[in-house]
């Protein structure tokens, strides 16, 4: 039988190649520069495929597990974008808005796309490492398996607490709590995708936490396994869209070299 500390540091014998495409650092810094957070927008349309295609570049993020707990409700019925707009108190940056996207945590559909990794692993011709398949098959449920209600936490923090004290051990998630961190996560670095995406199209957004979640759920049918991560709005900057110059605090305040 393997050594489960393989799952972590074996690195597998595979040949794996990837075609890398042009990039330059003065486009990238132009996107990260042009991205402000942009409370009033102007009539202009966004394409549908700009919208698509940054969507798509949404689910290349990085995410934990590659379990993609995530979900993007691009908001297109007008009653329920009126609803929305209502659900975000009203702010200028939803209301004068050309498109709205629902960014959601989801809490429970690792367990699905965990089945959906296996099958897919069992249905490729590629190789697949055996740490990949023993990942998903072992690991994925025992650490992220809550029990109902979050039963398996008090017994998951001891046995933590004691394997911990001899070796490094990954210590969370182990409560409902953490899963909320875990998912949140995850879902916020594919929000950033979506802001920079619509940057790179010379196109505005504003990422918005001020919103009411139960009614934000309720719009769009969903349970409590979801959580609204944030609402994106996106639209085509006017004249009085950004509201100052960008502030930030000295970097040493937060850049730690140790
Ligand atoms: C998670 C999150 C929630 C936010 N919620 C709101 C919001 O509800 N309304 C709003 O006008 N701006 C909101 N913002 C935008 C911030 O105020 C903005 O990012 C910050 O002031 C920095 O400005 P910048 O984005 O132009 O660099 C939010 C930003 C983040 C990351």
């Not at 202009?44 to 379990?67: D, F, G, R, Y």
């Not at 996207?101 to 249905?123: C, E, G, Y």
């Not at 923090?157 to 004691?162: E, P």
């Not at 802001?195 to 919103?211: I, K, N, Q, R, W």
């Amino acid at each position: 039988m393997s050594d489960p500390a393989d799952i972590f540091n074996k690195i597998p014998e595979l040949n794996h190649e990837e075609t890398l495409k042009d990039v330059s650092p003065e486009s990238f810094d132009n996107i990260i520069n042009n991205r402000r957070s942009v409370r009033v927008y102007t009539e202009e349309k966004i394409p549908a495929e700009v919208t698509q295609k940054v969507l798509e570049w949404a689910l290349l993020a990085p995410n934990s597990s590659n379990l993609q707990c995530w979900e993007f409700y691009w908001v297109q019925d007008p009653k329920k974008k009126a609803e929305l707009v209502k659900a975000l108190f009203n702010q200028p940056a939803a209301r004068t808005a050309q498109e709205l996207i629902v960014a959601v945590a989801k809490l429970k559909t690792w367990k699905p796309h965990r089945r959906q990794m296996l099958d897919l692993f069992n249905s490729t011709h590629q190789k697949i490492p055996t740490s990949a398949r023993a990942y998903y098959e072992k690991l994925v449920p025992v650490v992220y398996n809550q029990g109902p209600m979050g039963i398996f936490g008090p017994f998951k923090r001891i046995f933590i607490s004691a394997a911990g004290l001899f070796r490094p051990v990954p210590r969370e998630p182990k409560s409902i709590a953490d899963m909320r961190v875990w998912s949140h996560k995850t879902t916020a670095l594919a929000c950033e995708n979506i802001m920079l995406g619509f940057s790179a199209y010379g196109y505005d957004t504003c990422p918005m936490e001020g919103h009411d979640s139960a009614r934000v759920k309720k719009i769009l049918g969903l349970g409590c396994e979801s959580e609204i991560c944030m609402v994106i709005s996106a639209g085509k900057r006017a004249k009085n869209g950004v509201y100052g110059p960008r502030i930030r605090f000295p970097s040493e305040q937060f850049i730690k070299k140790i």
